[in-house]
C-alpha cells in the first residue's frame, strides 16, 4: 500500500523564523510529488516535483525532492501569520494503463504567531 | 472563471437517508476528482473522470457511494444509506490535463457532511 508521512504534525513559530516541513513516501511507479497549502477551506496548489535535486522556488517558499531517500521538503522563510495553515504533501504514482493514483499525508499544520 | 464549484457547501442529514453531493468543473477541464477529508484519514482519492467517464474508482469506501458524469459539467457523488462515520469534508477537483509537470489540480470549496 502506497504511503506519504508528513512531519512534523504539527509547528508552532514567530513570524521571520524559518520552517522546514517534511514529507517521505513509499509509493509503486512514482509520478510525482506535489505540495498544497490549504488555509480553511480547499487546498491550493504549491508545487510540483518530478525530479531530483531542483529545487522549486516561489518567493520565500522553496521545495526540493529526493528520490533516491524518498522524501521531499518544503522551506518558508521570514514566515509570516497569513503562512499559517495545514501543509499537504500528495505522491502521485501510476496504477496500469492510463490509470492514476494520488495518496496524500496527513499534512502539518503550521501556525505562525505575530 | 468562477473555479469548481460544489453545492451544498454544508449538509446535515440522518442516518439511512440519501446524499447527493454536487460538482461543477472549471469549464475546459477533461478530468474530475472527488476526494473525502478527514481528520482520521486526511484527504482521500475517491474516483476520478477523463472526459466524463470513471477511470479509477479504486478509492470508493463501498458500495453505499456512487459518482456520475452525466456530462462535462456536472458530476455528482451519492451516499445511499448515509452512515455517521460518512460526516467528513467532501472536496471536488478539476484539471485540464493527467500528464506529467502539467496536472495541477483546481479544488472546490467543498461540501461539510454531517450525517446525525
Known amino acids: 500500500e502506497d504511503k506519504v508521512v508528513q512531519s512534523p504534525l504539527s509547528l508552532v513559530v514567530h513570524e521571520g523564523d524559518t520552517v522546514t516541513l517534511n514529507c517521505s513516501y513509499e509509493?509503486?511507479?512514482?509520478?510525482?510529488l506535489l505540495w498544497y497549502k490549504q488555509e480553511k477551506k480547499a487546498p491550493t496548489f504549491l508545487f510540483m516535483l518530478?525530479?531530483?535535486?531542483i529545487e522549486k522556488k516561489s518567493g520565500r517558499l522553496s521545495s526540493i525532492l529526493d528520490k533516491k531517500e524518498l522524501f521531499s521538503i518544503l522551506n518558508i522563510t521570514a514566515t509570516q501569520t497569513g503562512d499559517s495553515a495545514v501543509y499537504l504533501c500528495a505522491v502521485e504514482a501510476d496504477s496500469g494503463g492510463s490509470n492514476y493514483k494520488l495518496t496524500f499525508g496527513k499534512g502539518t499544520l503550521l501556525t505562525v504567531n505575530p | 472563471d468562477a473555479g469548481v464549484i460544489q453545492s451544498p457547501r454544508h449538509e446535515v442529514t440522518e442516518m439511512g437517508q440519501e446524499v447527493t453531493l454536487r460538482c461543477k468543473p472549471i469549464?475546459?477541464?477533461?478530468?474530475l476528482f472527488w476526494y473525502r477529508q478527514t481528520m482520521m484519514r486526511g484527504l482521500e482519492l475517491l474516483i476520478y473522470?477523463?472526459?466524463?467517464?470513471?477511470?479509477?474508482d479504486s478509492g470508493m469506501p463501498e458500495d453505499r457511494f456512487s459518482a456520475k458524469m452525466p456530462n462535462a459539467s456536472f458530476s455528482t457523488l451519492k451516499i445511499q444509506p448515509s452512515e455517521p462515520r460518512d460526516s467528513a469534508v467532501y472536496f471536488c477537483?478539476?484539471?485540464?490535463?493527467?500528464?506529467?509537470?502539467?496536472?495541477?489540480?483546481?479544488f472546490g470549496p467543498g461540501t461539510r457532511l454531517t450525517v446525525t
Open positions: 469549464s475546459g477541464h477533461d478530468y
Open positions: 477537483a478539476s484539471s485540464k490535463y493527467l500528464d506529467r509537470g502539467r496536472d495541477e489540480q483546481y
Open positions: 518530478t525530479s531530483s535535486g
Open positions: 509509493v509503486t511507479n512514482f509520478r510525482s
Open positions: 473522470f477523463n472526459n466524463n467517464v470513471p477511470i479509477d
